[in-house]
């Protein structure tokens, strides 16, 4: 008996069918993923700060500090002490739109968010969140560093994976912790900035920037207080101070790099300021640990530290000189944080200049620094010189 064509035919395709059904259930699954995930949820390579970090052709080096983003979770989460005309239309929005103003008016070289960048208790989910804080910086491909403030960790994330998440974004140049050394906390790094291209110095390191980790809270004594910078990171400090300052005699002994410190909770000697004198507001009391570690004694001790920079106390936007050092405040920036309804959130600028020699730039001659508030004209206020070389220094 002959077998009949159609039997072929049809065994024929079922095998095709069976073939290549699980790999086209595998497609349309695949571009359901991306579908409802977006686009961040194909996997890719993180793109890169070019580095080292320079000073501009023009001889200058802009950082742009935000202080305390807060944020929840965007255009859900509602703006905090801001003046009953504003109340009902102000969200997460409008601490992005005043990131990118700054950015766009200042155009800065670095961005350093120093802490609380969200406010944990209403973020549903950090990871989300950290993406809506750092998205414009991001976007503007300029290089960014962040460290942790005392409520980042409230959300989904703890700090370890805060800080390596964070460090794995785009254009971020932060970094969970030094390899080498163990540290308490998560987030202390050092970043070089070196010499402009056309100068001698366009392979030395000229500014060092160090970010440190000053905790959240802590029980001392059955008592609740803040975090603090501990001894491990005090060590690690002074090692990378003395190292640097090494290299930097056997380079350019005539011009020794200055550096900045950035931390988020101020250390117990800021309250002094209130009685030694300071340019900006002091409009609440410094919310700071009960343990005095002595980051102002290593400091001091260092030598290379002018200035640091700090956030967590909102309505305070001074600085103030503390044993040769000034210690800044950035300012309430974000919406979503306290602040005072009669008070624009505001950001902290700070530019280090190049001295100019016989047809080169040299070592760094002068640090500024200004404020700017979030109104119209995106107004400036208190700019001030925070240090300016020794001119003996260049005999």
Request: proline share 4%.
């Amino acid at each position: 008996m002959r077998r009949r064509p159609w039997r072929r035919s049809f065994f024929s395709h079922l095998v095709l069918i069976l073939f290549f059904l699980p790999l086209v259930l595998f497609l349309c699954l695949s571009l359901l993923w991306v579908a409802f995930l977006g686009a961040d949820a194909v996997p890719r390579v993180k793109r890169s700060a070019e580095l080292p970090l320079r000073f501009r052709s023009d001889g200058s080096f802009k950082i742009l500090q935000v202080a305390d983003m807060h944020y929840g979770n965007g255009l859900v989460t509602r703006c905090r002490d801001v003046l009953p005309s504003e109340s009902s239309r102000c969200t997460d929005v409008n601490s992005t739109v005043f990131l990118k103003r700054m950015i766009e008016a200042e155009r800065p070289d670095l961005i350093a968010f120093t802490g609380d960048n969200i406010f944990g208790a209403s973020a549903t989910d950090a990871a989300e969140s950290l993406f809506k804080v750092f998205r414009p910086a991001m976007e503007s491909r300029i290089p960014w560093a962040a460290i942790l403030g005392n409520h980042d960790q409230e959300s989904t994330m703890p700090r370890v994976e805060l800080m390596s998440f964070i460090s794995l974004m785009d254009y971020s140049v932060a970094q969970v912790n030094p390899s080498g050394f163990l540290v308490d906390g998560y987030g202390n790094y050092d970043i070089n900035v070196h010499g402009a291209w056309d100068s001698g110095l366009a392979n030395t390191s000229v500014l060092n920037l160090y970010f440190l980790d000053s905790g959240d809270r802590a029980m001392v004594g059955g008592r609740r207080t803040y975090g603090w910078i501990k001894d491990s990171q005090l060590t690690w400090l002074r090692a990378v101070s003395e190292d640097l300052q090494r290299s930097s005699n056997l380079q350019q002994s005539r011009y020794p790099a200055p550096s900045l410190s950035f931390f988020h909770i101020p250390i117990p000697e800021v309250r002094e300021l209130w009685f030694k004198g300071f340019v900006g507001q002091f409009q609440e009391a410094i919310a700071c640990s009960s343990v005095n570690s002595g980051v102002l004694q290593t400091l001091v001790s260092m030598g290379d530290v002018k200035a640091v920079f700090i956030g967590h106390d909102h309505l305070n936007d001074f600085c103030g000189n503390l044993d040769g050092i000034w210690f800044c405040y950035g300012g309430g920036f974000g919406y979503h944080g306290y602040g005072k309804p009669s008070w624009r959130r505001r950001a902290r600028v700070v530019l280090a200049q190049l001295g100019k020699g016989k047809g080169t730039w040299m070592g760094v001659e002068v640090i500024k620094t200004w404020k700017r508030l979030d109104d119209d004209k995106l107004t400036k206020i208190d700019e001030q010189v925070l240090w300016r070389r020794d001119p003996w220094e260049d005999q």
